[in-house]
Each structure stands twice: as structure tokens, then as C-alpha cells.
């Protein structure tokens, strides 16, 4: 088990005060990332005494930041949901993702994109952008509603949503933007099975002439899907790119985003 030291941060004539509340911070990220653990547990991950690890607990729970579960262990109190809540509706996805853009673009100068996904509508739109130092670019439009069957970075985000809603999604869908194809629920279907196997999406030219889509997924802390990271690639540039590298560095990026969202992937069964 993973443990965090702990130092007493307060200086001589100050207390303990603020070694007190570097404490409590720890032990409400453990409640969160570890939900169901014991207070000795907890003190093993914090590399506290057990009876200094009751004692917060104590507090936290007479303030409902957590919660006594069945069998002695402790979890999220009622107060951090309602907390999570408020900020949940509010989560500045813009803002997490950017730093992501811009090392992506950096990296394989090319266009990258932060796509969220608009559930009650089941549209998408591109919320941010990234761009290369590179004269050959793409001008996104951001914040205009557009399906989800067409593009790289919406089937990223349609792969991972029910199967009514997927179905409603293509039946609401009118032709490709580029080629003017007709959706095909086979295809699609077929297409969004590899996406859910192989943790990422490729289109060619669904939405822009002569050029590569590339789309991952991100979810938030109850697994549901987000939105996702992507580039827009030329096709001459993607058919000489390391497209394996291209693949693995943007599903890393959609794991990290994830992580900061709280999302966690299930341990496999054993």
C-alpha cells in the first residue's frame, strides 16, 4: 500500500495548526481515491497513528465531509457530494484540457481539439483548440452544435454512450459534411465496436477534405463519457507520421484528463 509522510509543517510558537489541516486535506483525498477503507488502513496510507487518524475521521464526520460505512470502514460523507455536485456542473473542461492542446500540438504540430459531448441534444461541439506553428492549420468553429456520427473525435464520444441514444444519434444524423454519405447504422455500429476495443477513433475526411481525424475519449468520476481529445491531420502528413506514436500519445492524454476528472478504470477480475 502506497504511503504518504506527512511532516509537521508548523514552526516553532505557531502549533500544530497547519500540520493539523495538511492532515485532514490527505485524509479527505484518501476518503475519495480509497472509499471503503478502514481507519487502519488509512493510517497505513498516511503513515499516521491510527488513534490521530479516529480523531479526524471524528471531526470530519461530525461536519458529514465523511461517512461510517457497514463493517467499520469510512467513505465520502454527505457534505462532499453535495459539494461535487455544485462544482460538477461547473467543471471547467476548457481549462483542464488546454494545457493537454498545447503539448499535443507542440509535440506533432498538428491541430488538436477539446470535443464535449451535449447529452441532452446527443450533439457535440468543439470547446478549444490547439494550434501548431505550422502555415498549414485548421480554423475550428467552436460552440456550434453538430452530430455525433460524423468525425473522429464525435464517434469517440458516441462509442461510449447507450445503445437507444446511439441509435437515436444516427436516425437524428443527415448526410456527411464532405462526401454526403448516408448514415449507415452497420457501419456505424461496426466502427464504434473497434472504437470500444482499440481506446480511440479515426476518420478520413467525415468533416474535412483530404484530411485524417483522430479522436479519444475522456470520462468523468461516475464513467460516463465526457467528451474527447483529438488532431486534424492532413492526410499526405498522417500517411507519413509515426501513426502508432500519433495513437498512444492522445489516448494518454484522455487518461490523464480523466484522472483529473476522477475517474478511475476498474482493477480487472482476477
Given at each position: 500500500?502506497?504511503?504518504?509522510?506527512?511532516?509537521?509543517e508548523?514552526?516553532?510558537?505557531?502549533?500544530?495548526?497547519?500540520?493539523?489541516?495538511?492532515?485532514?486535506?490527505?485524509l479527505?483525498?484518501?476518503?475519495?481515491?480509497?472509499?471503503?477503507?478502514?481507519?487502519?488502513?488509512?493510517?497505513?496510507?498516511?503513515?499516521?497513528?491510527r488513534s490521530?487518524?479516529?480523531?479526524?475521521?471524528a471531526?470530519?464526520?461530525?461536519?458529514?465531509?465523511?461517512?461510517?460505512?457497514?463493517g467499520?470502514?469510512?467513505g465520502?460523507?454527505?457534505?462532499l457530494?453535495?459539494?461535487?455536485?455544485?462544482?460538477?456542473?461547473?467543471?471547467?473542461?476548457?481549462r483542464?484540457?488546454?494545457?493537454?492542446?498545447?503539448?499535443?500540438?507542440?509535440?506533432?504540430?498538428?491541430?488538436?481539439?477539446l470535443?464535449?459531448?451535449e447529452?441532452?441534444?446527443?450533439?457535440?461541439?468543439?470547446?478549444?483548440?490547439?494550434s501548431?506553428?505550422?502555415?498549414?492549420?485548421?480554423?475550428?468553429?467552436?460552440?456550434?452544435?453538430?452530430p455525433?456520427?460524423?468525425?473522429?473525435?464525435?464517434?469517440?464520444?458516441?462509442?461510449?454512450l447507450?445503445?437507444?441514444?446511439?441509435?437515436?444519434?444516427?436516425?437524428?444524423?443527415?448526410p456527411?459534411?464532405?462526401?454526403?454519405?448516408?448514415?449507415?447504422?452497420?457501419?456505424i455500429n461496426?466502427?464504434?465496436?473497434?472504437?470500444?476495443?482499440d481506446?480511440?477513433?479515426?476518420?478520413?475526411?467525415?468533416?474535412?477534405?483530404?484530411?485524417?481525424?483522430v479522436?479519444?475519449?475522456?470520462?468523468?468520476?461516475e464513467?460516463?463519457v465526457?467528451?474527447?481529445?483529438?488532431?486534424?491531420?492532413?492526410t499526405f502528413?498522417?500517411?507519413q507520421?509515426?501513426?502508432?506514436?500519433?495513437?498512444?500519445?492522445?489516448?494518454?492524454a484522455?487518461?490523464?484528463?480523466?484522472?483529473?476528472?476522477?475517474?478511475r478504470?476498474?482493477?480487472?477480475?482476477?
Amino acid at each position: 500500500m502506497k504511503q504518504t509522510k506527512i511532516e509537521d509543517e508548523a514552526t516553532p510558537g505557531e502549533g500544530k495548526e497547519p500540520g493539523t489541516v495538511k492532515r485532514i486535506l490527505l485524509l479527505l483525498q484518501c476518503l475519495v481515491d480509497h472509499p471503503g477503507e478502514s481507519a487502519q488502513a488509512l493510517a497505513q496510507r498516511l503513515n499516521l497513528p491510527r488513534s490521530t487518524v479516529h480523531r479526524l475521521l471524528a471531526t470530519l464526520r461530525e461536519n458529514d465531509y465523511a461517512g461510517h460505512e457497514t463493517g467499520g470502514t469510512f467513505g465520502p460523507g454527505l457534505e462532499l457530494y453535495r459539494m461535487a455536485a455544485r462544482l460538477g456542473g461547473d467543471m471547467p473542461y476548457r481549462r483542464l484540457a488546454e494545457p493537454c492542446l498545447q503539448a499535443l500540438s507542440e509535440e506533432f504540430h498538428e491541430t488538436s481539439l477539446l470535443t464535449l459531448l451535449e447529452r441532452r441534444h446527443l450533439k457535440m461541439f468543439h470547446a478549444a483548440s490547439g494550434s501548431p506553428d505550422d502555415p498549414m492549420r485548421y480554423n475550428i468553429s467552436l460552440n456550434v452544435l453538430e452530430p455525433l456520427v460524423w468525425g473522429a473525435t464525435a464517434r469517440a464520444i458516441l462509442a461510449h454512450l447507450s445503445p437507444a441514444e446511439i441509435q437515436a444519434a444516427i436516425d437524428a444524423s443527415g448526410p456527411s459534411p464532405v462526401q454526403g454519405l448516408t448514415p449507415d447504422a452497420r457501419e456505424i455500429n461496426a466502427a464504434l465496436a473497434d472504437i470500444r476495443r482499440d481506446g480511440h477513433a479515426v476518420t478520413y475526411s467525415h468533416r474535412t477534405p483530404n484530411t485524417v481525424g483522430v479522436g479519444a475519449p475522456f470520462f468523468n468520476a461516475e464513467g460516463q463519457v465526457v467528451g474527447s481529445l483529438g488532431f486534424l491531420i492532413p492526410t499526405f502528413r498522417w500517411e507519413q507520421s509515426d501513426i502508432e506514436r500519433v495513437l498512444a500519445a492522445l489516448r494518454e492524454a484522455a487518461g490523464a484528463l480523466s484522472a483529473q476528472l476522477g475517474y478511475r478504470v476498474a482493477a480487472p477480475n482476477t
